[in-house]
């Protein structure tokens, strides 16, 4: 009897969860599908779902319009860039407010975090102005530090989380092996916090992979990213949504396909120390 | 032997710099739509004729303008050649943040731009902006649906035979719908349509004085014919319907009148997306019995220098091109005359074989029933047809574009949203000094 009431509430819950995944993930469908639609089928009433002449025509149309590659470059370099120095900066901040905590500690992070509360267009005259003073309007470089700088609160705050689940007995046990600071953030601490670093580094490069804000504001032509590469797809006066689709099945496809395979790794740091 | 190579590199250098200077890479703002997309296809003539490359960054329109305003209030210098409309030129133009256009050459042929146009673009009668292509609005009518209800539309209709073929066209059983108008809130969505009906029943924005008029008689007996004639004859949902989406309407054989841009003719008689291709006809946009002016609008997507770019020759160079008589024929060479950039210069419709396109003679002459200079029966203080061009407007027109769209959408009253639209603006216009 509990055996049957369990393999009820199991098909519930899969079903339910199904449920709710395809419902967050329709819209992505939707938009791959439509990137397959002429751009008349695209705005059919009723709207067309698998039985429709597939086209590739979008993509042909799409690649032969933008120099997608420069735009996927792009967005490589800023949000692999902005990620990888964010951590070189959060690891030893995360490891001294986990294992050596002042009186200032918990202030200092929540400060970090306050930052995140401000509108991002509150400080979007002043970043621009300081652009345009050091020269870095339209550069990679300037959007690397820039999304740097937005992320690293979040980076610090989930490294301290993982770090803080860390014994700080084993951290003593190699100092008093006589290991240096940088040998125990190195080959004590970071080895055994590896599940942690990687989905702060799979979270925040989704983050500014997807960042809109500050790439559509900092960049021109140059230093555009594929946030910029839809937006020059979007158009109020014409009907281009199945061109716009294909644009945005592009950009999305390479973070979703990184998703894809890490999702073990993501799932496991996101949840690391919620069960003990 | 190493000053001889010493001074082969300085030769090369020097060479390599001098040729620099005349090849220069431009970046151009600009929005996506059919035209603009075609001339970055055509940029290779460009840069053949001069040398000079060109770097696009396209923007959806209101992003576009977002960006620009930014960058050129800061001197950014990120752009070489903007796209703007008619609405930014005479005020940009009034900040000194655009370089002049009255020094092109005598070949470019400035005084063959229509005179609407011009007026529309220019600030203390210097030019500031080229046109790339202009608008106005127009009726698009199923000819078919017309036949079939035994009425027959005027080429200067009123409102009333609009109201009259509405009526006979709806057949909500089959999904079709008499007419199909702008209800989606924002400045460049329902007020850009709402302000030309306004204009129409003889109402306007403000008196001599600044002073909003939306308290008045004939602001109500525009709105309320609006709203009566959209919520009774008009799609399900019409107060989310902006121009995109009564296109998709129109083109799947849904309204049986659409009053639209221009531009949307060649959208709606192209076969290949549109289902009643063959079935479409043209009219002015209409007024009310009695009242001198039509609801049509004037634009145009123009191209203008940001005051302070390092590359003004070479900017001025591509406005030259793009904006030519040279360019329209490339087009039409390429990609037929129904594709031509319309509404800019006063040659095209003299050109035999532009005015073999269906949609030629009725955009003309609906630009030339617009003068943005005198835009109402009363007079104003303030130059644009379906807009006010003043800084604040962006701001006033949207905030009145909720109301109505709520009000389309039965969320409130005529009167409610008229009321809540004057106060709005009288406590913007107060705060902004008039």
């Known amino acids: ?276 | 032997m190493s000053l001889k190579n010493a001074l082969c590199a300085v030769t090369a250098l020097t060479l390599i710099t001098t040729t620099g200077a005349f090849a220069e890479t431009i970046t151009i703002a600009t929005v996506n739509n059919g035209d603009m997309i075609r001339m970055q296809g055509l940029t290779d003539d460009f840069t053949k004729k001069t040398g000079h490359d060109v770097e696009w960054v396209t923007l959806e329109e209101n992003v576009l303008r977002q960006r620009v305003t930014q960058d050129i209030a800061a001197k950014g210098g990120q752009f070489d050649v903007l796209t703007i409309g008619m609405y930014e030129t005479p005020i940009w133009a009034g900040n000194e943040w655009l370089v002049s256009l009255e020094d092109l050459p005598a070949s470019y042929d400035a005084d063959d731009i229509l005179p609407a146009m011009r007026a529309g673009l220019s600030h203390d009668g210097s030019l500031y902006a080229a046109p790339f292509y202009g608008e106005s609005s127009m009726i698009m009518y199923r000819t078919d649906l017309m036949e079939k209800a035994g009425l027959t539309m005027p080429d200067a209709p009123t409102w009333s035979d609009v109201e009259a073929a509405a009526k006979g066209m709806t057949d909500k059983d089959n999904e079709i719908y008499g007419i199909c108008l702008r209800g989606k809130a924002g400045w460049g969505e329902n007020m850009a349509f709402i302000t030309t009906v306004a204009n129409s029943f003889g109402a306007r924005w403000f008196d001599e004085n600044w002073k909003p008029q939306l308290d008045t008689p004939e602001w109500k007996e525009a709105v309320s014919f609006y709203n009566n004639l959209l919520t009774t004859y008009g799609p399900p949902g019409a107060s989310t319907n902006g121009f995109n989406e009564n296109l998709a309407l129109f083109q799947q054989g849904k309204c049986g009148m659409w009053i639209d841009a221009t531009v949307a003719a060649s959208f709606v008689t192209n076969p290949d997306d549109s289902t009643v291709a063959d079935k479409v006809g043209f009219a002015l946009a209409p007024n009310k019995e009695g009242v001198d002016k039509r609801s049509n609008w004037l634009w145009a997507w123009a191209l203008a220098i940001p005051a302070g770019t390092q590359k003004e020759a070479a900017a001025k160079q591509f406005i030259e091109w793009a904006t030519s008589k040279d360019y329209i024929e490339l087009v039409a060479s390429k990609e037929g005359w129904a594709n031509v950039p319309p509404g800019a210069r006063t040659s095209l419709y003299q050109n035999p074989e532009y005015q073999k396109v269906p949609f030629a003679a009725m955009t003309l002459e609906s630009i030339n029933a617009a003068n943005p200079d005198s835009p109402t029966v009363k007079p104003v203080p303030y130059v644009g047809i379906q807009y006010v061009a003043i800084p604040e407007w962006a701001g006033i027109g949207t905030a009145a574009g909720q109301e109505f769209s709520a009000m389309v959408a039965g969320q409130q009253t005529v009167d409610e949203a008229l009321a809540k639209a004057q106060a709005n603006t009288a406590e913007e216009m107060e705060a902004a000094g008039y």
Not at chain 1, 4 to 15: C, D, F, M, P, Q
Not at chain 1, 180 to 185: A, G, V
Not at chain 1, 261 to 274: E, I, Y
Request: aromatic fraction near 12%; glycine fraction near 6%; avoid cysteine.
């Open chain 1, 1 to 276: 009897m509990a055996r049957s009431v369990t393999t009820r509430r199991k098909t519930v819950n899969t079903l339910a969860a199904w449920a709710i995944g395809l419902l967050i993930f329709f819209p992505i469908l939707w938009t791959i599908l439509t990137s397959f639609k002429t751009e008349a089928q695209a705005i059919n009433d009723p709207p067309l779902f698998f039985f429709f002449d597939w086209t590739l025509e979008n993509y042909a149309v799409v690649q032969e319009r933008s120099n997608y590659m420069r735009y996927l470059w792009n967005s490589v370099i800023i949000a692999g860039g902005s990620t990888v120095l964010g951590l070189i900066i959060a690891v030893p901040a995360a490891w001294s407010m986990a294992f050596v905590p002042s009186k200032r500690t918990k202030d200092i992070l929540m400060w970090m975090l306050s930052t995140k509360m401000l509108p991002a267009v509150g400080v979007l005259y002043p970043i621009y102005l300081v652009f345009i003073e050091l020269g870095l309007l339209d550069t990679r470089v300037g959007l690397t530090i820039v999304l740097m700088l937005i992320n690293l609160p979040i980076i610090v705050w989930m490294l301290y989380t993982y770090f803080k689940e860390i014994p700080g007995e084993i951290l003593e046990a190699a100092r008093m092996d006589g290991a240096t600071l940088k040998e125990e953030i190195l080959y004590i601490l970071t080895p055994m916090a590896i599940p942690g670093i990687a989905s702060t580094l799979l979270l925040n490069i989704i983050l500014a992979w997807n960042e809109a804000f500050w790439t559509l504001n900092l960049t021109a032509a140059k230093a555009a990213p594929l946030t910029a590469f839809i937006a020059s797809y979007s158009s109020p006066e014409g009907l281009f949504y199945a061109k716009l689709s294909a644009a945005s099945t592009m950009a999305i496809a390479p973070i979703l396909i990184l998703g894809w395979f890490s999702q073990k790794q993501l799932v496991r740091g996101l949840t690391f120390g919620a069960v003990k």
